[in-house]
């Protein structure tokens, strides 16, 4: 939880950005009649109903209500990914769906409405934690990444381009389903290392964390190097990989959290509540 005068400054800045996200993509819709960036706007409304509905009618601790609707967007994306590359691989096979011209300009069906879905839970995800200081240190790695995530899902949409790269960034929701599934259940008091269903858990935690999450973005980001050429002078490449080099940094500190929640699992007392 964010503390003190450097806490409100750290807030004011995320809120500022954010404001200007949403006077951003209003701008494009009214204004540019780019009318399929609604289902950006769908995506906030819906994770936010979501939120309120939990609120309401299960919990109302904030930090409870804020992991029950990410658990929520974790399944709902993880599914749409898979749905749409499962698709893209019946009707055109690994090697034309993997084309540098298939993942930069083309779009997959279903792959920019899945993006828009997603833009606006992280918009929605990023107000709900400053609303309620759901984060924590001066320089809060929650609110940078979706700082980051919101930058480069939004201009892809804009300029349509990108869409499937960042479908594939997506695959790590798979590991964000056991992220939100370990908080839950420590939030409802299961806390036992002995419990069947914590160490399976645990096992499907580090098996999509490193497969899922890391080894897709670090394939991600070879395929970006690989291809650095086909990209031409424009900012989508210097972006993708500044984003690919913040996602892939984030990735070491999540798993050094990871290890530490695992030890700590590991070492606790059944009886002790915390």
């Known amino acids: 939880m ?23 993509v209003f701008f494009e819709i009214i204004f540019n009649k780019r009318t399929e960036l609604v289902y950006v706007l769908a995506g906030c409304c819906f994770y ?7 609120r309401f009618s299960v919990f109302r601790d904030p930090l409870f209500v804020n992991t029950s609707v990410s658990l929520l967007h974790s399944f709902i994306t993880s599914l749409s990914v898979i749905l749409i590359l499962v698709n893209q691989w019946a009707t055109k096979g690994l090697g034309r769906m993997f084309d540098h011209a298939q993942l930069f300009g083309g779009t997959w069906p279903g792959a920019y409405l899945a993006l828009c879905f997603s833009c606006g839970y992280f918009a929605y995800d990023q107000w709900d934690m400053l609303r309620f200081r759901l984060y924590s240190g001066l320089i809060p790695s929650i609110l940078v990444h979706h700082l980051i995530l919101l930058v480069c899902f939004t201009l892809a949409l804009y300029r349509k381009v990108t869409v499937n790269y960042l479908i594939l960034t997506l ?69 993708a990989l500044f984003g690919m080099a913040g996602m892939n940094l984030l990735n070491v500190f999540l798993g050094l959290d990871l290890f530490k929640a695992y030890r700590r699992d590991k070492n606790q007392n059944p009886r002790h509540q915390e």
């Open 2 to 24: 964010a503390r003190g005068s450097h806490g409100k400054n750290t807030g004011a800045f995320f809120v500022a950005t954010l404001l200007l996200w949403f006077v951003s």
């Open 48 to 54: 936010q109903i979501a939120n309120w509905v939990i």
């Open 171 to 239: 695959i790590c929701e798979l590991h964000s389903i056991f992220l939100h599934v370990r908080k839950v259940r420590r939030m409802a008091g299961v806390r036992d290392k002995n419990n069947k269903f914590v160490r399976a858990e645990w096992a499907l935690n580090w098996m999509t964390f490193f497969l899922a999450r890391v080894t897709s973005h670090i394939l991600i980001t070879i395929k970006l190097i690989r291809d650095a050429s086909k990209f031409g002078k424009g900012v989508e490449l210097p972006l």
